[in-house]
């Protein structure tokens, strides 16, 4: 689903990161990020449920990456629409579907990646939603379409060892919301969710792990691979 590739060639505009959280507290108000949170742990553990129930390892190495795009998409478009100030519309490009998400100045697609924070693979989409990026920042070249791209990324989990992770790969390793800095190729800004929330993310996870397990987790999700 995601690599660590490159982001698009673009004007070097430093991103401001006090004003990207300005803009986050401002248009994307904790209760969307924690219900967002949420959907990529329920998409993640239907996801998994189905798709073990319905295939085989093998097929569902393959089917898997494919289910779980199409229910986060779904959960998180719902989450969205909850929301009377954003607007949240299905694209298609290139003949693959993805929802968008706008929230005042801000634009957000959802990427499962292959590890915490992990780069995005090479998109037209992305490249255009990043294009404005600088821009952003610049008011000397400020455009009035200008949008700040936020992506919300999900990883997988990796346990302790190989009985953990397979007993609880229906849990995400981790969630960040990441702002692409389009002419550097890595993200400008990157919130990890786990540790915005805590509380919130203790009340997701296994019941039955205690202090050491919830402190690994949270450990093994900042180890950012981007």
């Known amino acids: 689903m995601s690599r660590s590739s490159p982001l698009p060639e673009g004007p070097a505009t430093k991103l401001d990161i006090p ?5 986050v507290k401002l248009h994307l108000p ?3 990020l924690m219900a967002a949170v949420q959907s990529v742990f329920l998409a993640r553990r239907q996801s998994y449920e189905h798709c073990i129930g319905e295939f085989g390892p093998a097929e569902y190495a393959n089917v898997a990456p494919y289910y779980l795009r ?14 009377a100030d954003f607007t949240a519309k299905i694209v298609n490009s290139s003949g693959w579907c993805h929802t968008e998400i706008t929230a ?7 990427h499962a990646v292959d590890g915490p ?22 008011p000397a070249e400020m455009k009035p379409s200008a949008r700040l791209y936020a992506l919300l990324l999900h990883g997988p989990y990796r346990g302790r060892n190989g009985k953990e992770t397979s007993q609880y790969r229906y849990l ?30 203790a009340g ?4 039955e792990w205690d202090a050491q397990a919830h402190l690994v987790y949270r450990w093994q999700a900042k180890q950012r691979i981007a």
Do not use: M, W
């Open 70 to 83: 199409g229910k986060t998409e779904a959960l998180i478009r719902d989450t969205a629409e909850l929301n």
């Open 104 to 110: 005042g100045p801000l634009i957000l697609t959802t």
């Open 204 to 207: 997701l996870l296994p019941q």
């Open 19 to 23: 004003e990207i959280e300005r803009l």
């Open 30 to 32: 904790d209760k969307f």
């Open 117 to 138: 924070c992990g780069l995005v693979d090479r998109a037209q989409y992305r490249d255009s939603l990043a294009e404005s990026q600088g821009s952003f920042f610049d």
């Open 172 to 201: 995400p390793g981790s969630v960040y919301l990441a702002f692409p800095e389009f002419a550097q190729r890595k993200y400008a800004h990157a919130i990890n969710l786990f540790e915005r929330y805590p509380d919130l993310l």
